[in-house]
């Protein structure tokens, strides 16, 4: 599956759905919702065994980005806002769509966490007969020398760690009676791997994959210690390790999973209908198709000053704070809820007016759901 060509059956199988859902008929909520519920859920069979090639991954984003933006395989439309920050998490001011490469790699790098929690399951003791090897204390088992998914997982680690990602720190063993995981490899007291946070005591150990539970009662050194590190490291390791006590109970695995993605949150809301909830979030970062908006994309030229009072340029900033048409309409809308006048200096402060007045949670609620409203009468 290295071959651009071998995926070419997931490839037209995108195209497939693209062509027939007709994006232009669809509002933006509608798109976000296909995008989310039926083409994620395609390649996920060949995203969980295979690494699929940057040109399969950026091809299938091309497609997703040319549908929501309302265009076709032949045709793109304007991309208002990047495509980097519509596929980040809801919570970290995104569409939740998800990067197709993240998916590829979270799928593949959840067999790390498979290999671990899944014991005497087929699969593994497969990977198991095949890979093994007596003297090998790797995190995963591997035979370089036999390419395939196995290899490519395993590859995964050092892929992770150009993004400062460690897969290791991401699974964390608790404990029981010590016979699942090992001393020095898996991480599983303080704060990594044993072999990581005392290096010069590793390097001497006899038997680099012992399990916790033969280590603890006793140490095997290739050699005596001498040197200062060593010692200091002998100190340390012991007193972390003099704390832990085996219980009769199976070791058991923690996932760790956090997020590291940089934008600015945006906060969903299910009052309104989800296209409004689009059109708010690209107001927000003002991405509408604005006659300021345009201009900056050179779409258009001449004057972008707005068409409604003629004073200022018509950007979402403009239109729904201080044009004469939305001043009017929040100030009736205040009169009309009975609130204190509506202050904001940006898009963002006009979406988080509700928060600032002393009412109930409810009423907050209905007042957001007229502002919201009130933006995409205008
Ligand atoms: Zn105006």
Redesign the pocket.
Known sequence: MNIIRNWNCVVDCFKRRLSKWKAKKLSFGGRVILLKAALDSLPVYFFSLFKAPVGVIDKLEALRRRFFWGGDEDKAKTNWVAWDRVIGPCDKGGLGLGSLKDLNDGLMAKWWWRYKTEKGSVWRNVVDATHFNQNSWGYLPIKKGISGSWNMINKLEKEFATRNLNIRSLIKGSCGNGLDIRFWVDWWVGDGPLMECYPALFALEKQKAVLVAERIVGWDWRRSLFSVQEMMELQGCSTLVSTIVLLPTADRWKLLAKYAVPFYPFSWFKWVARKVSVFAWRAEQDRLTTYNGLKRRTILSGSSS?R??G??EEDAA?LFIS???ATLLWQQISSWCRIPPVYAHTVRDLFDVHNHIGCSAGKKDLIKMIILAGTWTI
């Open positions: 707005c409604v009072c004073d200022g403009h044009c004469a048409a």
